[in-house]
């Protein structure tokens, strides 16, 4: 139970198959209380979420908001507050890919893609810190960024492209939020079998599929409970002196062109 | 579109098909070629190089390169390292690494140390480029070797840019990709390998040539804000991930 006492919100984990939902079991499997949040359509989904954190005798509740609203987000960090009193642990997860390529763009496909996955994290990151650095106890931020931060893919440039930003804002947020002892990292997971991928055109396929597993090192795709325990090593204490780093998980998806 | 004619290059390090093709280039770009090469190269390969001056020394003495250099005036430097072997990690050996990182590594520092100083004492800056390869940036299978000490050489004219620009001299490497030279044969020479080279963004394998006119851009007036970089030239081979198999499936014994 290291994280006994802790208050974790964990962004984008309404899925039971999603990375965020893996974060969350992680932690609040050691101790941690937690704050899952999602998109408002997702709300009957969050409320299952808590309801099995609460079965695993974890101490939960749900946030349900749209992250590129400024309003929605303060009103997240404040629904933390009113539940625990503190917040120690910000995994800033939600994100959302689309596959179009780059002369298949489309002005709306832009514009969600940003919001979500450069505009909200932002939001998120700055309102948490806020509430840290009030209450001066320091603090942990993870946002859940891609391989795409350094490996790109054809069919994905604007995704890649945001991933990318993050990749440069947790560089600049983890010097700016240093002097007040809040590391911000972020993760790179490879290919997960989320509910997000589902839909990936290069998925569709048992002979895909077996492509994709055939071009990573380890030859298999990751599990959400990978990606969660990078988080938990980001926010432990043996990672206390750790802070801008990107750990991509990938089985080795991005050492190279090819695997062996 | 470079004219370089008020330019010597003096081509440093060991003879390659690969430094030849980057010496033709600037030949037509109307550079004087100064080759000074390891006594140790395959002297095979002069007969691929552009007219010029051609110089036998030895690499591994730093004071006799200095003695050879000073009779010499150049503007531009290129650094040919010249050691590429395909050998899994497994069966790499203590002799490869020592060849690996004394052709590679410190053989290059010290003609691009001796290179520098000749240039300072000529008081008007000047260029140095390395010569390198897109593995010391994306490991490939069986380049373990090649890659770090390419890696490592990178580092060192990183900092050789930051040392050397308060003399005007810009230092700066060309990675190249795959190219129909002799490094890529094991690749190029087996059939049914890079045959169709539809891993590579731009469709085809570079030439020497390629890395000669991009040698010449940072060698010329046009690039004269650009020191510490690491251009590749590479067709966009490193950008992305391919699903095939690799076309070089190893020597693993």
């Known amino acids: ?260 | 579109m470079f004219d370089l004619s008020d330019q010597t290059v003096l081509m440093i390090g060991e003879l390659s098909d690969l430094a030849a093709g980057v010496a033709a280039v600037f030949k037509e770009a109307g550079a004087e070629i100064l080759v000074v090469y390891n006594s140790t190269s395959d002297p095979n390969l002069l007969r691929l190089y552009p007219d010029g001056t051609y110089l036998e020394t030895s690499l591994y003495d730093p004071i006799e390169l200095a003695s050879t250099l000073a009779n010499y005036t150049f503007q531009t430097v290129v650094i040919s390292p010249g050691w590429f072997q395909h050998r899994s990690f497994l069966d790499s050996n203590a002799s490869d690494i020592e060849n690996a990182y004394r052709i590679n590594f410190e053989h290059a520092i010290y003609s691009a140390q001796s290179a520098a100083k000749r240039l300072i004492e000529q008081g008007e800056g000047g260029v140095i480029l390395f010569l390198s390869s897109v593995v010391s940036k994306m490991p490939t299978v069986e380049t373990n070797l090649v890659g770090s000490s390419l890696a490592s050489l990178e580092v060192i004219a990183t900092m050789a840019a930051v040392d050397l620009a308060q003399y005007g001299i810009r230092v700066n490497v060309v990675a190249a990709g795959w190219l129909e030279n002799s490094w890529a044969e094991p690749l190029l020479g087996v059939e049914g390998r890079m045959k169709e080279p539809t891993d590579i963004p731009l469709g085809k394998v570079g030439s020497t040539k390629s890395v000669g006119q991009a040698c010449c851009f940072l060698a010329s007036p046009m690039a004269e804000y650009i020191t510490g970089v690491v251009l590749p030239v590479d067709g966009g081979f490193t950008l992305t991930k391919s699903l095939a198999q690799s076309p070089y499936r190893g020597t693993r014994q």
């Not at chain 1, 139970?1 to 899925?15: E, F, I, P």
Request: hydrophobic share 40%.
């Open chain 1, 1 to 260: 139970m290291r994280l006994k006492n802790k208050v974790a919100l964990v962004t984008g984990a309404a899925s039971e198959r999603s990375i965020g939902w893996g974060i969350a079991r992680e932690l609040a499997s050691d101790g941690a209380a937690i704050v899952i949040n999602d998109i408002p359509a997702r709300r009957n989904e969050l409320e299952e979420r808590v309801g099995q954190l609460n079965a695993m005798g974890a101490n939960s509740v749900m946030a349900p908001s749209d992250l590129t609203e400024p309003a929605q987000v303060e009103q997240m960090i404040d629904a933390c507050i009113r539940a625990f009193g503190r917040l120690d642990i910000v995994c800033s997860n939600a994100g959302m890919i689309r596959w179009e390529s780059f002369l298949d763009i489309k002005p709306a496909t832009l514009r969600a893609l940003v919001d979500i996955n450069v505009k909200g994290n932002m939001l998120v990151c700055k309102a948490a810190a806020e509430q840290m650095i009030k209450r001066g106890e320091g603090g942990r931020i993870v946002v859940t960024s891609s391989v795409q931060t350094y490996f790109h893919f054809p069919i994905t440039p604007v995704y890649g492209a945001t991933k990318h930003a993050m990749h440069i804002f947790v560089g600049s947020l983890a010097l700016e939020l240093a002097p007040y002892n809040i590391t911000v990292n972020h993760i790179g997971p490879g290919w997960v079998q989320t509910q997000m991928n589902d839909t990936s055109p290069e998925l569709q396929t048992e002979a895909s599929i077996q492509s994709q597993k055939e071009a990573i090192p380890l030859r298999r795709a990751g599990t959400t409970e990978e990606m969660a325990s990078a988080v938990a090593y980001f926010i432990s204490k043996e990672a206390a002196y750790t802070t801008g780093a990107y750990l991509p998980i990938d089985g080795g998806l991005s050492i190279s062109k090819y695997s062996y």
